[in-house]
C-alpha cells in the first residue's frame, strides 16, 4: 500500500506569515526553503530550513514551523529517522496537535517500526476522534504485525466515519480476501467501485478475489477493466 503523507495538511496547519522585521534574515531563510521544496530541490530546502533553524532568530511556534517543513522535506526523502526527529521537536513545541501525531505516525510506518505508529495513530484519534485517515493509518500498521481482526474494526471505524472513505473499503476488502472471506472482500471492492468508478486497483483486487473463488469470468472481466482504466 502507498504510504500517503498529507503534506498539504501539515502545510495548512503550519502555515503563518512573518511580518516582524526583527526576524528578516531567519524569515528569508524559510521562505527560500518553501521555495526550493515547490521546485522539487529538496537538499537545498532542507539546508535552508537548517540554516533558519539555526540563525537563532526564530522562537517558539515559528521555531515549530521551520522544524514542520523540514521533516516534511525529509520524510518526501525518504530519511524516516529525520523526519521522526524533526516531528518530534513540533510536537514538543505543540503537544495537542493531532495533525502531528499523524504525520508522525504515517512516518513511523514509511520505517516499519508499527508499533510506534500505532501509538502515535492512537494519539491523534485521542486527540481528533473523528479522523477517519488516523483510524485507515493503524488499521494498515494491524494488517503488517498479522493482526488482521484489529485492522478489520480500524478500517470499520474509518468507514463510520466516512462511508465514501474508499481507501479504507478496500484495505478492508484486502484483509478479508487474506483472512479467505473472499465474499466480504467482494463486497468492499464492489463498494470502493460504486463510490469510485475509475479505481483501477479495487478492480485488480476484486479480480484477485473472484478468481480464489474459482469465478474465472468475472475476475477475467475485472482485470480487462483494470486494464482499461489504467491506459485512459
Not at 510536537?91 to 512516518?107: C, N, S, T
Not at 472513505?165 to 468492499?188: C, L, M, P, Q, S
Request: with cysteine; hydrophobic share 40%.
Amino acid at each position: 500500500m502507498k504510504r500517503i503523507l498529507l503534506v498539504t495538511l501539515l502545510f495548512l496547519s503550519l502555515m503563518v506569515c512573518f511580518t516582524s522585521p526583527a526576524w528578516a534574515g531567519g524569515v528569508e531563510d524559510f521562505e527560500a526553503g518553501g521555495k526550493a521544496y515547490d521546485a522539487g530541490n529538496y537538499d537545498e530546502a532542507i539546508r535552508l530550513y537548517t540554516k533558519a533553524i539555526a540563525s537563532g532568530e526564530l522562537s517558539g511556534e515559528q521555531l515549530s514551523r521551520a522544524y514542520g517543513f523540514r521533516g516534511v522535506v525529509w520524510d518526501k526523502k525518504g530519511n524516516y529517522d529525520r523526519a521522526i526527529a524533526d516531528y518530534t521537536k513540533v510536537i514538543e513545541i505543540v503537544p495537542k496537535d493531532p495533525d502531528l501525531y499523524y504525520i508522525r505516525g504515517v512516518a513511523w510506518l514509511g520505517k516499519g517500526d508499527f508499533g510506534k505508529a500505532i501509538a502515535d495513530l492512537t494519539k491523534a484519534i485521542e486527540l481528533n476522534p473523528k479522523d477517519a485517515q488516523a483510524y485507515n493509518k493503524p488499521g494498515f500498521a494491524w494488517r503488517r504485525k498479522g493482526d488482521y481482526d484489529r485492522a478489520i474494526a480500524d478500517y470499520t471505524k474509518a468507514i463510520e466515519i466516512d462511508p465514501r472513505f474508499t481507501e479504507a473499503y478496500n484495505e478492508r476488502g484486502f484483509v478479508w480476501r487474506k483472512k479467505g472471506d473472499y465474499d466480504r472482500a467482494i463486497a468492499d471492492y464492489t463498494r470502493a467501485i460504486e463510490i469510485n468508478p475509475n479505481d483501477y486497483l479495487a478492480y485488480n483486487e476484486r479480480g484477485l478475489a473472484w478468481q480464489a473463488k474459482g469465478d474465472y469470468d468475472k475476475a477475467k472481466a475485472d482485470y480487462a477493466k483494470r486494464d482499461e482504466l489504467m491506459e485512459e
